[in-house]
């Protein structure tokens, strides 16, 4: 069992930045995924970027390629997603996910960021 815990969204301005926690407790492997979500109003969830323990290949994807960050941090069993030059499409509910077998199995219960325009 993995339990994971978001915290860091918030209200913000077009442009401004936040960074993303999801503390991870329970049981997690070096080739376990963690990954960062998103779902907008009336929209799918969507996968926007994800990282595994030793922090290497993290993905993104070309809606937040070059303006959001993901890292892992081992020693606090946390994930961050750092977002930078937000817009108000970023405007969602985010989830962090981990996998198990290759699969997302384990969410956190999710962070609401409002960019304002």
């Known amino acids: 069992q993995v339990q994971l815990v978001e915290s860091g969204g918030g209200l913000v301005q077009a442009g401004d930045s936040l960074r993303l926690s999801c503390a991870a407790s329970?049981?997690?492997?070096?080739?376990?995924?963690m990954g960062w979500f998103r779902q907008a109003p009336g929209k799918e969830r969507v996968y926007i970027a994800g990282i595994n323990w030793s922090g290497a290949n993290p993905y993104y994807a070309d809606s937040v390629k070059g303006r959001f960050t993901i890292a892992s941090d081992n020693a606090k069993n946390t994930v961050y997603l750092q977002m930078n030059s937000l817009k108000p499409e970023d405007t969602a509910v985010y989830y962090c996910?981990?996998?198990?077998?290759?699969?997302?199995?384990?969410w956190g219960q999710g962070t609401q960021v409002t960019v304002s325009s």
């Open positions: 996910a981990a996998t198990e077998n290759g699969r997302f199995r384990y």
């Open positions: 329970g049981r997690t492997f070096s080739s376990t995924t």
